[in-house]
């Protein structure tokens, strides 16, 4: 790795109060999100049976669980703009595991993830729960994925993903991946859907390093989110959801993709100011 994404995090250590904070908070969180888990899966016996993919149901399940664990981290949001409500995706910018609580908790959506995060302890089983779509960097698994994907979208599920491909240290926005995107253009599917870009914008806390809330290259989940959890007054975030624009209005996915990133970085670069 070269320039930021080899640069060091923020420097930052637990005072013993800090730890009582990580006690405290982590076991209300922890209550919080298995038990929503819970509930999410007994609704999911009755939905399933009778909604299949539909899940009219259990997304409000997680979206609750998504707000109430910024309330108990203390870290505000505002959202700006509208929210989609029709058939689609939402793109953003990857800051941290942060944003699937933040973006869960602005709007009911189904995340595009690698594939390494069903294996990761505690989280794969929320994310497989929670309707997650698994994705690999593998060509030959690209034809299974955008069937997946054009199934899921035909269900009425509001994808999210994030064409960076990596998260950041928070204060930037890179470059866009136009390869999900074509998943869009195929079936006449571009003929019903919208795409929406979202911007994701983390503050610090006062007097911190502005890359506070970012997480890149190798920090370790269990590390910040100790720091998360320690921090006595956290900052703000906020998404700014911008106008969806019809796929079929572009040329193709890296038109498409142009598009979205330019409305993603003008938002970043706004709040910034």
Known sequence: MTGWASAPGP????????????LVRGVVLGVVTYGGLVVLLLLRLV??????QARPIT????QGVCKAALVILGLPLTIRGRPMMGKGAI?????SWLDIFVLNAAQRVYFVAKSEVGGWAGIGWLARATGTVFITRKAREAGRQKAQFEERLRAGHRLLFFPEGT???SIRVLSFKSTLFEAFFSHRLEHVMEIQPATVIYHAPVGKDPRFYGW???MNFAGHLLRMLATPRHGRVEVV???PVRVDAFSGRKALAAHCECAVRAGHVLAAQ
């Open 59 to 62: 997304p409000f399940v997680t």
């Open 216 to 218: 890149w290259g190798e």
């Open 11 to 22: 420097d930052w250590h637990i005072t013993p109060l800090g730890w009582g904070r990580v």
């Open 91 to 95: 793109v953003a910018n990857h800051s």
């Open 167 to 169: 998260s950041t240290d």
């Open 241 to 243: 959801f911008h106008p």
């Open 47 to 52: 939905e399933w049976p009778v909604f299949g």
